[in-house]
């Protein structure tokens, strides 16, 4: 009998009605899985049920992603430094093409100029035109490989900051891996706890439902400013004919505290 009522108690069950018991939990505990592969070069157990800083709890070694970055951000600088080359050449062929084609519309209607050297001018206009395509295509082509190694300077950044873990501000509830071992993408790193605020949760009876929202909460028999926060409309799997309530309030000193919830 003993065991059931502290089951009851535990589950924040009403005992009777408009009076719940809930414990108090951190407003929420995030399971941190990975998005990379490596291995664990990194994990600091000593920091387990204690506040983050700002410092990676878990790396992953990350060295080769380092070069390679290094590596593509030098091929970028290159590649710009071409495409100036080849943009002024454009412009260059832009300025002779006009020349040519202008000495060539003014000469092609001339009695005085022989085919040859009508066919000569026209054959320097093409051989112009396609020199300018040419370098046209280039400018293009160099295009496209900035924009691809721009996408993978980024996607490189992304799996350096993947492969370092913090989470400033948040409780280390647990740590899922240790130093030397393998991760593969989706596998759990971390579960992390934030105590920025807590949580009750409590299964109301489909009596109290009726204006939930808008009654007054009592914690240990003390009134106070709190209102249900999300309140569940459908009946809960586990807690049959009952309908799950969250009350969101300040951060306790310590978690897990019992408390007596009553909406009046």
Not at 12 to 33: C, D, M, Q, R, W
Not at 135 to 162: C, F, W
Request: hydrophobic letters at 40%; charged letters at 30%.
């Amino acid at each position: 009998m003993k065991k059931i009522f502290a089951l009851l108690l535990l589950s924040g069950v009403a005992l009777f009605a408009k009076e719940y018991y809930s414990k108090v939990e951190p407003y929420e505990i995030l399971t941190i899985s990975s998005n990379v592969s490596g291995q664990v070069t990194f994990a600091d157990e000593k920091k387990e049920g204690k506040i983050l800083d700002k410092k990676a709890y878990v790396k992953i070694d990350d060295k080769l992603d380092r070069i390679e970055l290094t590596n593509v951000n030098k091929k970028i600088t290159l590649l710009k430094n071409t495409l100036k080359l080849n943009e002024a050449m454009k412009k260059n062929y832009d300025e002779i093409l006009a020349k040519k084609q202008k000495n060539y519309d003014n000469i092609k209607a001339l009695k005085t100029k022989s085919m040859i050297e009508k066919d000569r001018e026209f054959y320097d206009v093409v051989s112009t035109q396609n020199t300018l395509i040419s370098t046209a295509k280039e400018v293009d082509n160099l295009k496209v490989q900035i924009n691809d190694l721009n996408l993978r300077a980024e996607q490189l950044r992304k799996s350096i900051a993947d492969k370092s873990l913090s989470a400033k501000g948040h409780v280390l509830y647990a740590l899922s891996v240790k130093e030397g071992q393998v991760v593969n993408p989706g596998m759990e790193l971390s579960k992390v706890a934030d105590i920025s605020k807590a949580k009750l949760t409590i299964y109301l009876n489909a009596k109290d439902m009726k204006g939930a929202k808008s009654k007054a909460v009592y914690l240990n028999d003390k009134k106070t400013d709190y209102k249900i926060d999300r309140l569940w409309g459908i009946a809960d799997a586990t807690h049959l004919s009952s309908y799950k309530a969250e009350i969101i309030i300040k951060a306790p000193k310590y978690f897990s505290e019992l408390m007596k919830v009553e909406l009046k």
